[in-house]
């Protein structure tokens, strides 16, 4: 019984999504009361019919009381609606079920406000933007786009329930020093530099590649001239790439997707890799803004990734790009793309993606990218992140705005009221002129270039991939790895009593932890039964719970419950591992943004408080949750913890290359 | 102050948020002077980030630096008053043009502008009729930003208390419904006090209400709950414990007791001695509690509670009815015309001196504990029938110890031999014993009597009533009854941790069920007790039984139990937190809200459920059942009472006041027109009233002393009596509200997971200790600055070194920090 819906002020539906058996709810209710032979509303208008109330009145609420509604809850909690206000618009999750908390719920809202940001820009700001996007006037588009995070949010749900990289939020590294080492060097040389060095590549520049194994992260490189990427942008995109591609335990209920092969993972080490910010190479884009300055399209904000033209690029792009042709499940996701529908945005096709960069050491937020993913074999893919000749319009576009929006109030300012009449048409024409040329120009640019790299960036005459060749020969073996990343047992006889750990780089956004994951085909150590399926329970209680204290303030966390110690430690240490002290954390309301990274980013916030009172140095950030026996005495469950925690972060510093 | 010309102290952000108060400060890279805004909701502000302010503000077109603020986080709010707390009458706004004023029956605080009254009535039964739309309930919690609400629907009613966000939501619930649950218990059925009295009279009676609840509740009070006023008790901590010296067998601990060990041990643990003053002699609290239970024993009494000057000194009733019982001098009013009580007026006169009496509903829960009660007429009676004799027959072989077990007051019953006297033997002889007797009798003669139903007040629980008796029919013996007849004594005196060694009273027990089995056509039983459980089990206690697989026995039996049981439960309202019959089984239960399959888990204290819950749970079936083996039609009229849709039973409220002091006591509703019932208890009681006030004033200290220097903070919270023991200072520092936040936390978290046992948390500035059994739970806090730490995991960290010295600390207090 679960449902999520975002709607503007006046109760229009932007998006909805259900499940079937609120779908069956709806059914029995609007079946019920209208007559046998009349056709039910559309689902979309059920729903708005249902919550137009609440929608209008938690309006009428901030208006009047300047407050407004976050949560509804009725007995024993068997429903629970979830509101939250982004904008001008009402994301609203509803679990008659049990099976989510506020929390989660909640979390499950600042996410897919987080993926439509991703998908389009600030569009979030601005409810006409946003309905823009998420409802284009015409039926079968916004079925695409509505399916299309339905499905991302389906995929985001499953992970959070199995993996444990989505349960925590951050990145899982596949541990394997030789082979990432190997990747990274192919991934810099074979692609990022071989892409900007071709002639075709149309403008395009290649920023970052990555490889992934399931959900874990296997090798990443970032060019030079590439911002950092941030960990969250990083964990966005492989639930992107999960959506595209699922993981065996992960589509399991999702039998439409194609390749079914992945298996699914769940364990990451922090290693301090390629992984590196490379500030060293932010002076690239100085020169852009003086050509650019003036054509600034609205469509940044839309960045309308022409949709005809999907197909065919992704097309090319398998031809060229994908290199074994002869594996047969290469084939299957071959021949699953080309029964999509002529001009539906295959799911190979490149996207364009927004995410924060640093440009010039100002700040922008959400750059358009260009993501490009290409399945090497089930279950493992490889993405690429380009961004295009267009875009520092977009710096010098959130430039613009800022300057547009400042002149605007200045003029405002200086006038007399009976003035504002004439200086307002003014700004407005001004405004509309140069929207006109952006569109006009803009547009055109950015199709003609998007075309041109697309026909051409990934063509055979591409540097062999010998890599690829070289990767094939570790292909089984990576794909049993990821479900055997890190495994309690080798730290059994040194932490008795430890039954389970998940440690956290918070700088980074990695994490490290046994594997916990269990599917149809694998098994963790703790094998498929009760045992380990408890196991798991107790896990995700500990991190909602550690989660609700860090929400309220406390980062020491030490409980017994049942026949388990649970732990929760957050510290801070500077560059060299030496601990800092602790200091006070914010406390937040419950209808803040989640404790996280995708719904907010909460822990890069934390840091960047924390560093506050530390301007002299690097400030990082870690987190440790164990689970011990109850049988173990605190003092000894406190030692082991700090005693794990020191063996992580040396195994963490440990250079790769 | 906006650069730009705006000017609002209070500028309204697209999100909703609010800012408050700017300063030109700060300039954003490179141009233009900004301003400092802050937020009022200190801690995101602190987390916001510069996209996420120009996010914020974009539209608006401000350009905003985001500016840290430092040192200036809130460690905790104050839960501060209510907001808001109003009841409105949907049924008065049905038609397109009624205004939403109509329907505002009451609205706290009534200096809100009506326009205000207007928006929140009408937007919040606005989106409780949507939401019971889609979800087929009303919710029961609406939380905005900055305040959140408490719900109840009630037919056409909608009851909404707006509370501070920072209160946890079951507070905030349960306080609603202890709300209700007063006006309820002074004014009945809501439509029919609507009916009855003008809207005026009820708002300042409301009003009363409020203030007076407003005024004893502090913080620590709000979290937990706990019944009111005993924050006037300052000293809590030291007085329970002192009953210790009454002797060894006499394990009194009310506080201590709750440890399970030690529970172990005790014959009886009564705590119903709330908080009494620190330094009040254990002997003047025996007094108090000799005095409830002589009243007990004049006919229509069930029970009842003495207040010192607003304090609990002893009392028999169960928390939800003690707490209501101390609003009484709130509720008062002169020439109150109760709804039915008519006949008040008429007797008002006759009244003795000092002596009120007025009409006041019970749930039926608590009806049904009162009546359980076995009180003395069990065994005082000097003729009792056959039956009776043989069970007090066999009771008398326990005497002292059933004796103890009703002795309910706080220090429990002092030794045996002083009960001893004033018990078996001199009380048959007494004049009052067989007035008692005829009023137990009574309901069989008088099937329709006591209630004159008021209009509204009339339905019966029990339609079927051969149903009823055919639950009656049960083979008794296979339910137990020897621990029955323990139960019974000790579930009379409520929430009696009674952990009866089955030895002694089991195969004398034995007999006597075997003796109710015969068809008598006067059971002894045919107490109040009996016949108002008579048909149905309350539901803890089918529950319980379903639990320990006593029900299928009952549902062996052909189409019985279900007709007398379902009805039962679905007329019956929201169960009262407090525990009927196990207490910690019945608290988890409901604080939990969780299935009782999962009380199951909790490992630790899985023995001891066994050992206590499964003879409560058939003693109080069989109790039932026993009691109206007979004939059951009287059984029917009492159960039945007045179990309108509010399912409230009627009874009297007796309030003797003695200066400082006051005696109160729920009598059966025919006290009121029985004059020489009401001398009986007047007179019984007025000379040792007397003693006792003289008593505690002579003892009571004029000013409590401010405490000396604390080391710690510690609270603790018993969950079976909702009481709270704390040495918190009135004027919380902010590290005393660190400690607030951090309890109000675990509090929650162990109400929800019934598995919690024991929790640490730490912040940079305190830690804070707490563990949990099922009817305690126990906060530390140490006072002195710790050293710093770094939030790495160390065991030289002082925050895992508070459980030992919560344990050392607290002992002194006589606290089991288990």
């Known amino acids: 019984m679960k449902c999520v819906l975002v709607a503007t002020e006046g109760a229009e539906v932007l998006f909805y999504w259900t499940d079937k058996e609120f779908e069956e709810s709806l059914r029995l209710k609007f079946g019920q009361s209208e007559n046998e032979g009349e056709e039910l509303p559309a689902l979309e208008d059920q729903l708005s019919t249902l919550l137009a109330p609440v929608i209008i009145s938690s309006m009428t609420m901030l208006e009047k009381l300047s407050d407004t509604y976050t949560c509804f809850s009725t007995e024993n909690g068997n429903y629970l609606y979830v509101l939250h206000l982004f904008g001008e618009c009402l994301f609203v999750a509803v679990n008659g079920d049990h099976t989510e908390g506020e929390g989660d719920l909640r979390r499950k809202l600042c996410v897919l406000k987080y993926l439509f940001e991703v998908h389009f820009g600030l569009v979030t700001v601005d409810g006409q933007l946003i309905r823009k996007e998420l409802r284009p006037p015409e039926l079968e588009q916004r079925i695409q786009v509505w399916e299309h995070f339905q499905s991302l949010l389906g995929t985001y749900g499953r992970l959070r329930e199995q993996e444990q990289c989505f349960a925590v939020e951050a990145v899982e590294r596949l541990i394997h020093p030789q082979l990432c080492e190997l990747c990274i060097e192919a991934l810099e040389q074979d692609v990022i530099q071989a892409v900007n060095c071709s002639r075709e590549r149309a403008g395009e520049e290649a920023l970052h590649a990555l490889l992934l194994v399931h959900s874990k992260l296997l090798a990443f490189y970032s060019s030079h001239g590439a911002s950092s990427l941030r960990p969250a942008d990083l964990l966005a995109l492989i639930l992107l790439v999960q959506d595209l591609y699922p993981s065996e335990s992960t589509a399991e209920d999702d039998d439409t997707q194609p390749s079914p092969w992945r298996g699914r993972s769940s364990q990451n080490i922090p290693v301090q890799q390629a992984w590196s910010p490379r500030s060293a190479g932010r002076t690239r884009r100085s020169s852009a803004g003086t050509e650019t300055d003036s054509s600034l399209p609205e469509e940044y904000f839309t960045p309308a990734p022409s949709p005809g033209e999907q197909s065919s690029g992704s097309t090319v792009w398998l031809d060229g790009g994908t290199p074994p042709t002869d594996t047969p499940q290469v084939q299957m996701a071959e021949d699953t793309l080309q029964t999509l529908l002529p001009g539906s945005p295959g799911p190979s096709s490149p996207r364009r993606i927004f995410l924060d960069a640093s440009v010039k050491e100002s700040y922008c937020p959400m750059v358009p990218h260009t993501m490009y993913c290409l399945p090497l074999w089930p279950g493992i893919n490889m993405v690429l992140l380009t961004k295009s000749p267009s875009t520092p319009l977009a710096l010098a576009l959130y430039q613009l705005l800022d300057g547009f929006s400042l002149l605007e109030k200045r003029l405002k300012e200086g006038q007399e009221v009976g003035s504002t009449l004439r200086s307002h048409p003014l700004m407005g024409d001004l405004r509309q002129r140069m929207d006109k040329f952006v569109k006009n120009r803009g547009g055109q640019e950015i199709q003609s270039t998007w075309l041109e790299f697309k026909t051409k960036a990934f063509s055979r005459s591409e540097p062999a991939s010998s890599w690829e060749e070289k990767l094939m020969d570790w292909k089984d073996f990576l794909l049993v790895k990821s479900r055997r990343n890190v495994t309690m047992v080798s730290y059994l006889e040194d932490f008795p009593g430890l039954v389970h750990f998940i440690y956290v780089d918070r700088t980074t956004g990695q994490m490290v932890a046994p594997s916990l994951s269990s599917s149809e085909r694998t098994s963790s150590e703790l094998g498929k039964g009760p045992l380990a399926a408890f196991i798991r329970t107790k896990v995700w209680s500990l991190i909602r719970l550690a989660r609700r204290y860090l929400q309220k303030g406390y980062t020491t966390l030490l409980f017994q419950e049942g026949d388990f110690y649970c732990s929760y430690f957050l510290w801070f240490e500077n560059e060299m591992g030496y601990k800092l002290q602790i200091m006070e954390v914010p406390v937040l309301s419950d209808d803040s943004a989640p404790v996280g990274m995708l719904g907010g980013d909460y822990y890069r916030k934390l840091l960047r408080y924390y560093s506050k009172g ?33 063996r992580l972060w040396e195994a963490s510093r440990v250079p790769l290359l | 102050k906006l650069q730009n010309g705006f000017e609002p102290d209070e500028l309204e952000i697209t999100s909703g948020h609010r800012f408050q108060h700017a300063s030109p400060l700060v300039g954003f890279p490179g141009e233009e002077l900004f301003e400092e805004i802050v937020l009022q909701r200190t801690g995101e502000l602190m987390l916001m980030e510069p996209d996420e302010w120009i996010r914020l503000f974009w539209k608006r077109g401000f350009k905003v630096p985001y500016h840290w603020m430092e040192g200036s986080m809130a460690p905790f709010c104050s839960l501060a008053r209510w907001n808001y707390f109003f009841l409105y009458d949907g049924s008065k706004v049905k038609e397109e043009g009624d205004p939403t004023r109509a329907g505002i029956c009451y609205f706290y605080p009534s200096q809100t502008l009506l326009d205000r009254q207007e928006l929140l009535c009408g937007q919040i039964a606005g989106v409780v009729h949507c939401v019971s739309d889609i979800s087929g309930s009303p919710p029961t919690l609406i939380r905005l930003r900055k305040l959140k609400f408490a719900i109840k629907v009630d037919g056409d009613y909608l009851w909404v208390l707006g509370c501070a966000v920072e209160l946890p939501d079951v507070n905030c619930t349960q306080f609603l419904d202890q709300l209700i649950g007063f006006f309820h218990f002074y004014n009945g059925p809501v439509s029919l006090a609507y009916q009855n009295c003008s809207q005026e009279e009820l708002s300042a009676e409301w009003d009363t209400f409020i203030e007076q609840i407003l005024r004893n509740t502090s913080d620590l009070h709000k979290i937990f709950n706990s019944l009111w006023n005993l924050d006037q008790t300052k000293v809590t901590c030291s007085s329970p414990f002192s009953f210790h010296a009454l002797g060894d067998d006499l394990s009194v601990c009310s506080m201590k007791a709750a440890s399970l060990s030690s529970l172990a041990d005790c014959e009886h643990v009564n705590s119903w001695l709330t908080s009494c003053p620190a330094q009040v002699e254990p002997l003047l609290l025996l007094k108090a509690a000799l005095i409830l239970q002589t009243c007990q024993r004049s006919p229509h009494v069930l029970a009842g509670c003495i207040l010192y000057k607003g304090l609990i000194v002893s009392t028999q009733l169960p928390p939800s009815l003690t707490a209501k019982v101390l609003l009484h001098r709130a509720a008062h009013r002169d020439q109150r015309i109760p709804t039915g009580g008519e006949a008040l007026q008429d007797h008002e006169a006759a009244l003795p001196l000092n002596v009120q009496i007025m009409p006041v509903f019970l749930t039926e829960e608590e009806a049904v504990s009162l009546r359980e009660f076995p009180g003395e007429p069990v065994t005082s009676s000097p003729a009792p029938p056959a039956r009776l004799q043989e069970c007090a027959s066999a009771l008398r072989e326990d005497a002292p110890r059933h004796e103890e077990s009703t002795a309910w007051t706080l220090a429990t019953t002092p030794e045996p031999t002083s009960t001893d006297i004033s018990w078996p033997n001199g009380k048959g002889e007494n004049g009052h014993v067989s007035a008692h007797d005829l009023e137990r009798i009574k309901p069989a003669k008088l099937p329709h009597t006591p209630w004159d139903r008021g209009p509204g007040l009339g339905c019966s629980l029990l339609k079927d009533p051969g149903s009823s008796r055919r639950i009656e029919d049960l083979d008794l013996s296979e339910l137990h009854i020897p621990e029955a007849q323990d139960m019974e004594t000790s579930s009379g005196s409520l929430a009696f941790l009674c952990v009866r060694a089955p030895d002694a009273s089991g195969p004398r027990c034995k007999e006597s069920v075997s003796d109710s089995g015969n068809p008598e056509p006067k059971p002894p039983e045919a107490l109040p007790v009996g016949t108002a459980i008579g048909g149905f089990v309350s539901p803890s206690a089918l529950e319980m039984l379903s639990l320990n697989g006593a029900l299928e026995q009952r549902e062996d039996l052909p189409g019985d139990s279900s007709p007398a049981s379902i009805p039962r439960e679905d007329c019956l309202p929201r169960r009262t937190s407090w525990p009927l019959l196990s207490p910690h089984l019945d608290s988890r239960q409901t604080e939990t809200k969780r299935p009782m399959g999962e009380q199951g888990t909790q490992q630790r204290v899985d023995g001891v459920h066994e050992s206590r819950s499964a003879p409560h749970l058939e003693c109080s079936s069989s109790s039932g059942d026993s009691q109206s083996a007979g004939p059951s039609a009287d059984g029917i009229d009492w159960g039945s009472t007045p179990a309108s849709r509010a399912g409230l039973v009627r009874m009297n409220l007796y309030t003797h006041s003695v200066k ?68 918190l200072p009135q004027v919380a520092t902010p590290q005393d509200r660190r400690f607030l936040q951090a309890v109000s936390l675990m509090h929650a978290d162990f109400a929800q997971r019934p598995a919690l046992y024991e929790m640490t948390v730490r912040n940079a500035s305190t830690a804070v200790y707490a563990c949990c059994s099922p009817v305690q739970e126990t906060y530390f806090q140490q006072l002195a600055a710790a050293a710093r730490s770094s939030g790495f995991p160390s065991p030289q960290d002082g925050a895992f070194s508070l459980p030992g010295k919560a344990k050392q600390k607290l002992l002194k207090h006589g606290v089991n920090a288990l």
Do not use: W
């Open chain 2, 660 to 727: 400082g002091l006051v005696l109160s006591l729920l009598a059966e509703e025919p006290l009121l027109g029985d004059d020489a019932a009401v001398e009986e208890v007047y007179h019984s009681s007025l000379a040792s009233l007397n003693g006792l006030e003289v008593h505690l004033k002579e003892t009571l200290p004029g000013d409590e002393a401010a405490p000396t220097s604390r080391t710690y903070n510690f609270t603790h919270f018993d969950r079976i009596q909702n009481m709270l023991t704390a040495n």
């Open chain 1, 614 to 646: 530390h301007p002299a140095e690097a400030v990082k950030c870690y987190e440790l949750l164990a689970l011990h026996l109850s049988v173990i005495p605190t003092d000894v469950l406190v030692q082991q913890a700090g005693e794990l925690a020191r």
